[in-house]
């Protein structure tokens, strides 16, 4: 197998297995905020939660190949609450100063305020603006897909100052000349909203970083995101195959064990196979990445592979298991629709083919 851990990470796989069994397990058919805080807490008492955060847990290492272990092996369980586990990471607001760091950075870790991303815009519309006056920015916009945008007090969000260049500016969503114009639901089961910015006065102070070094900062938060969704993947990927075996040992009508047919295991391998490779994918990707290696192709191409892989697995075994597998309650169906949206949510498959493709073609840079 790909992971070849040391005695530290194998450690951290065994404590997301037991976590995984004794608190996540029992509470997949419940929910409501008080599950939710019961797993929050577990998860700080084994370690875990803090790992997403700056510092790090005290208990196991920090870095890529570290969270993509524990995310993987949380997700091989196909856990109803995984999202509780971890804490708030800090994403674009890394390392802010004052005011932000008081203001927004210290709430979101403390789970006292809700952070969301406006990078997304409609088509047709402009791209969203600011200009400086005085200390402030005058922000005017739309951004059309805001996940959690609907509870969050606070969007990072993408605006292109004049003369400035495109930044990252926090803006609270309470301030006047904010509107939400819309909420819906996706594929997946999560929520979104969209905005429209009218005039909205920001004081200059909530510009994150450098004003115009949005891009590459907005993009550092994508490319970290990336490999996690690659290392959730490979977990659900672990996750249908057990299904598959389990399911491919039972006898079929004829008295036959399912998994006897030659053309089911021609499909039954090629899955193995596809999962082993976007497994090595990740773990070779997240030791480059904490060696301070930047790995953004390989990033690229580790979401890529990971995302489109695990459709294809799930994909597969609906078709293998059968029509049961499609009602709406089975875990395979109801993983259907949770994977499809990592093929467009940070960063569509096409376009991050095309990204790799300019990367070595016109500039030279990337080695895969
Ligand atoms: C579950 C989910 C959560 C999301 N959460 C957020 C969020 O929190 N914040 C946020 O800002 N956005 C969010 N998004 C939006 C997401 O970032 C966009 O869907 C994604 O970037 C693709 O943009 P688009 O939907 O506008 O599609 P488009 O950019 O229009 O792309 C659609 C298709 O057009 C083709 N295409 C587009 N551009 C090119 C090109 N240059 N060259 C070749 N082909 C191209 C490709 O086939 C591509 O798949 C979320 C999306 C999903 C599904």
Redesign the pocket.
């Known amino acids: 197998m790909p992971e070849q851990l040391s005695d530290e990470l194998i450690h951290l796989r065994d404590t997301c297995e037991a976590f995984a069994l004794t608190e996540l397990s029992p509470a997949s058919e419940t929910s409501g905020d008080a599950v939710s805080a019961k797993i929050r807490e577990a998860s700080k008492q084994a370690g875990l939660y803090r790992m997403t955060q700056p510092g790090g847990s005290d208990v196991f290492p920090t870095g890529q190949l570290a969270l993509c272990v524990a995310r993987e092996t949380l997700a091989s369980f196909n856990p109803k609450h995984l999202d509780q586990v971890f804490g708030p990471s800090p994403g674009v607001l890394a390392e802010v100063p004052e005011p932000l760091a008081s203001s927004h950075l210290r709430p979101l870790l403390e789970g006292e305020k809700r952070g969301?991303?406006?990078?997304?815009?409609?088509?047709d519309a402009p791209p969203t603006r600011g200009v400086i006056e005085g200390d402030s920015v005058i922000v005017s916009g739309q951004?059309?897909?805001?996940?959690?945008?609907a509870d969050a007090d606070f969007i990072n969000t993408?605006v292109n100052i004049e003369n400035l260049g495109p930044s990252l500016i926090v803006i609270d969503t309470h301030l006047p000349g904010m509107h939400l114009e819309k909420k819906f639901g996706?594929?997946?089961g999560?929520h979104?909203a969209a905005f429209r910015f009218d005039q909205v006065r920001v004081p200059k102070a909530h510009i994150i970083g450098e004003a115009g070094s949005g891009l590459p900062r907005a993009m550092r938060q994508i490319g970290d995101v990336r490999l996690l969704f690659a290392a959730q993947a490979c977990g659900y990927m672990l996750w249908v195959l057990k299904l598959l075996n389990d399911h491919l040992q039972v006898p079929d009508r004829q008295g036959i064990p399912r998994g006897g047919k030659d053309v089911v295991r021609w499909h039954y391998a090629n899955l193995r196979i596809k999962a082993y490779a976007a497994r090595s994918m990740l773990y070779r990707t997240a030791r480059l990445s904490d060696t301070g290696e930047n790995t953004v192709n390989e990033g690229m191409a580790c979401k890529v592979f990971a995302t489109e892989t695990v459709g294809e697995i799930v994909d597969s075994a609906i078709q293998l298991v059968g029509g049961n597998a499609l009602v709406d309650e089975h875990p395979l169906a109801q993983l259907y629709r949770r994977v499809?949206?990592?093929?467009?949510?940070?960063?569509?498959?096409?376009?991050l083919r095309?990204n790799i493709g300019r990367g070595i073609l016109d500039l030279g840079k990337g080695r895969i």
């Open positions: 969301s991303f406006g990078f997304t815009e409609p088509d951004k059309s897909y805001v996940t959690g945008g993408l996706s594929l997946d999560s979104h499809r949206g990592w093929r467009l949510a940070e960063g569509a498959s096409d376009i095309l």
